[in-house]
T-cell receptor, first 112, second 115 residues
Framework: SQQGEEDPQALSIQEGENATMNCSYKTSINNLQWYRQNSGRGLVHLILIRSNEREKHSGRLRVTLDTSKKSSSLLITASRAADTASYFCATDYFSDTDKLIFGTGTRLQVFP | DVKVTQSSRYLVKRTGEKVFLECVQDMDHENMFWYRQDPGLGLRLIYFSYDVKMKEKGDIPEGYSVSREKKERFSLILESASTNQTSMYLC??????????????FGPGTRLTVL
């Protein structure tokens, strides 16, 4: 399976700090997405970046994509305790874009 | 708001039982997916359906089957449950990429324990 990998596996920070998570993938993509999962719940879509984009913002989220390095990063600025969750990147299959390949996730803990 | 619901949040079954996990979406999505999620392994695709009565195997279909008789409903069937199928099962749905982008909408998950 062409699974992506997130780095780090776990991250602990204080409220107000920024959190950066990285994702690497293996093959050409059309887009890359980030999802969030609260403990024991389903995933929620956060943001999508297309292969021809380099950076995208949504509120306190900033995503970058470097297709030459096959990597992406998710930055959450001014973290809050409510941001505590697991974060997953997902890429499509270039030739079969309806399916996604999910990474193993970064578990973020934000302490008040 | 898109809503994807799953029939049970928690389920406990015995080895050898036939288990049905139901998923319903209310957004008229063509695509529906079943994943299992295990610690350290992320989400792995079990089966994918792109239309009524159409299905495609994912990465780990062994021991599972699916049924999609109506567009809004996608069922995952464990023909004879085994302890190694103890896991969190997640259902998702989406429009086809060529129409609306391939963002997936997830249900809350079913935590299945097989004893």
């Amino acid at each position: 399976s062409q699974q992506g990998e997130e780095d780090p596996q776990a991250l602990s920070i204080q409220e107000g700090e920024n959190a950066t998570m990285n994702c690497s993938y293996k093959t050409s993509i059309n887009n890359l997405q980030w999802y969030r999962q609260n403990s024991g719940r389903g995933l929620v879509h956060l943001i999508l970046i297309r292969s021809n984009e380099r950076e995208k913002h949504s509120g306190r989220l900033r995503v970058t994509l470097d297709t030459s390095k096959k990597s992406s990063s998710l930055l959450i600025t001014a973290s809050r305790a409510a941001d505590t969750a697991s974060y997953f990147c997902a890429t499509d299959y270039f030739s079969d874009t309806d399916k996604l390949i999910f990474g193993t996730g970064t578990r973020l803990q934000v302490f008040p | 708001d898109v809503k994807v619901t799953q029939s049970s949040r928690y389920l406990v079954k015995r080895t050898g039982e036939k288990v049905f996990l139901e998923c319903v979406q209310d957004m008229d999505h063509e695509n529906m997916f079943w994943y299992r999620q295990d610690p350290g392994l992320g989400l792995r695709l079990i089966y994918f359906s792109y239309d009524v009565k159409m299905k495609e195997k994912g990465d780990i279909p062994e021991g599972y089957s699916v049924s999609r008789e109506k567009k809004e409903r996608f069922s995952l069937i464990l023909e004879s449950a085994s302890t190694n199928q103890t896991s969190m099962y997640l259902c998702a749905s989406s429009f086809p990429q060529v129409w609306r982008g391939n963002e997936q909408f997830f249900g809350p998950g079913t935590r299945l324990t097989v004893l």
